[in-house]
């Protein structure tokens, strides 16, 4: 994707985000924000017994890049397997918000991964 497109991507997320809101009764549910400009992101995750994310919500106050990012990882995130949720890194992130992006924002474009990894970790254990 060349610069353009890229920028075009995240203006789309940003004014029409997609999967924001609450979910009601959600496993997980968490807050983080970065606390130099105070910009934040809620997450909600719901999980099926067998381990995949059947819904998945964001709520948040701040820049184009952070909510953006938000946007999209909540695309990429639904209906996957709790492992792809677990493995995703900076460089998925990147991928999705291109590499200028991700080196002039890093704390905005990694926002919500980073609120999505202490999601991870609100999750109650499944029994197995
Ligand atoms: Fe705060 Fe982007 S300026 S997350």
Excluded at 48 to 65: H, K, L, M, N, P
Excluded at 76 to 98: H, R
Excluded at 105 to 112: H, I, M, V
Aim: glycine share 8%.
């Amino acid at each position: 994707m060349d610069r353009q497109a890229q920028i075009e991507l995240l203006l789309d997320h940003y004014e029409n985000p997609r999967n924001r809101g609450r979910l009601e009764n959600p496993d997980a549910h968490v807050s983080w924000g970065n606390p130099g400009c105070g910009d934040v992101i809620t997450l909600y995750l719901k999980v099926s017994d067998d381990g995949q994310i059947t819904d998945i919500a964001f709520e948040g106050e701040g820049c184009t890049v952070s909510q953006a990012s938000a946007s999209i990882l909540t695309e990429k995130l639904k209906g996957q397997p709790l492992s792809y949720a677990e493995n995703l890194t900076v460089d998925d992130v990147m991928s999705w918000v291109g590499r200028e992006v991700m080196l002039s924002r890093p704390r905005c474009a990694l926002l919500a991964l980073s609120t999505l990894k202490l999601a991870l970790r609100d999750l109650p254990k499944k029994p197995s």
